[in-house]
């Protein structure tokens, strides 16, 4: 799988960039053919509290999946985020399996 992984704003502690490629690892295991991933996590100034953003984009054959979400922490903007992710790469395998 081909990563990239982007902090806009900040820069990310290594712990937080190793946590995110093994979540979004973890996806593989709910839809396969995953060619690659895109993790933009964007930190905003401004006076709100949530100002972290973490995008996530899966490039897999016919259309790619992306989801995003807005929080007080990386962490939870992250799991949001995979979450969303998680239920389109669900979605998208029942469509594929009714197909057959």
């Known amino acids: 799988m081909k990563w990239d992984i982007q902090t806009v704003g900040f820069s990310a502690k290594q712990e937080l960039l190793d ?17 690659g991933a ?11 509290k949530e100002n972290k953003i973490a995008q996530v984009k899966l490039n897999i054959p016919g259309e790619d999946v992306f989801a ?11 799991a949001e985020s995979i979450d969303k992710v998680r ?9 594929e399996r009714s197909v057959r």
């Open 19 to 35: 946590s995110t490629k093994e979540r979004v690892e973890g996806l593989s295991k709910f839809y396969s053919p995953i060619i």
């Open 38 to 48: 895109e993790v933009y996590l964007r930190l905003e100034y401004d006076e709100q």
């Open 68 to 78: 995003e979400h807005k929080s007080s922490s990386f962490e939870h903007s992250l």
């Open 87 to 95: 239920r389109q790469l669900l979605r998208k395998k029942e469509i």
